[in-house]
């Protein structure tokens, strides 16, 4: 998933897509925790805003409601995993 989750991000610099747009026209104070949230859910599923917005616009199952619930699991996994590297990466610093 890591390469496919580069790829996206690959695409999306060559874009911009609706969601980017719609972010970029909140105030500063707002846009810069959502940018943050959008960039991790678009990591979390792999696709672009464009794809994200189109998917769920065809979702009947109500599978997006599930995922918004996955993502937020992934993100509290994520950032856990995150903090604890940075943890040991400060650690093994202060000992050498």
């Given at each position: 998933?890591?390469?496919?989750?580069?790829?996206?991000?690959?695409?999306?610099?060559?874009?911009?897509?609706?969601?980017?747009?719609?972010?970029?026209?909140?105030?500063?104070?707002?846009?810069?925790?959502?940018?943050?949230?959008?960039?991790?859910?678009?990591?979390?599923?792999?696709?672009?805003?464009?794809?994200?917005?189109?998917?769920?616009?065809?979702?009947?199952?109500?599978?997006?409601?599930?995922?918004?619930?996955?993502?937020?699991q992934w993100l509290m996994d994520?950032?856990?995993?995150?903090?604890?590297?940075?943890?040991?990466?400060?650690?093994?610093q202060l000992d050498n």
């Open positions: 998933m890591h390469t496919e989750v580069k790829q996206v991000n690959e695409e999306n610099s060559a874009t911009i897509d609706k969601a980017k747009e719609w972010l970029n026209s909140l105030k500063a104070s707002t846009r810069k925790p959502y940018k943050t949230a959008w960039k991790y859910f678009r990591e979390f599923t792999g696709m672009t805003g464009d794809q994200i917005i189109e998917d769920r616009k065809n979702d009947k199952e109500h599978k997006w409601e599930r995922k918004v619930l996955e993502f937020k994520t950032r856990i995993i995150r903090q604890r590297k940075v943890l040991r990466n400060l650690k093994v």
